[in-house]
């Protein structure tokens, strides 16, 4: 929709990487990853607003991409495309986060600084 804060593709990979051991995950990956593919995980497009309740929603979903690309890098074996595609993701995601001002406006304070707070425990390594 445009409105959305989780990418449910990514959300499905991280939470695999969470719950499967590293060799199960590493053959759940070849089954659902084309082969040879080596994804474009750039970040969306958009234009900041903070009165734009989309907008903001498509900030969070930079947040909650930022992390979930940061688990799978951490998951694929680090000399894999797929991993060089998730850090490169990722760094670009937070390059996009720390422009953010989590307290512009309502649509933004009520909810964004909470992923925030848990992008930061998730990158340390608390989460």
Do not use: K
């Not at 760094?91 to 992008?119: C, E, K, M």
């Amino acid at each position: 929709s445009g409105d959305d804060f989780l990418d449910p593709s990514l959300v499905e990979a991280a939470l695999m990487a969470d719950v499967l051991s590293p060799e199960e995950f590493a053959t759940w990956t070849q089954r659902v990853c084309p082969p040879n593919a080596t994804p474009d995980w750039s970040p969306a497009s958009f234009t900041r607003n903070p009165g734009e309740p989309g907008a903001v929603h498509l900030e969070g979903l930079l947040i909650s991409r930022a992390w979930c690309l940061d688990r799978l890098a951490r998951s694929f074996d680090p000399r894999s495309p797929l991993a060089a595609a998730a850090r490169s993701g990722r760094d670009t995601h937070l390059a996009q986060v720390a422009n953010i001002d989590a307290l512009a406006g309502f649509s933004r304070s009520h909810w964004l600084p909470t992923y925030l707070v848990y992008l930061d425990g998730w990158l340390a390594g608390t989460l």
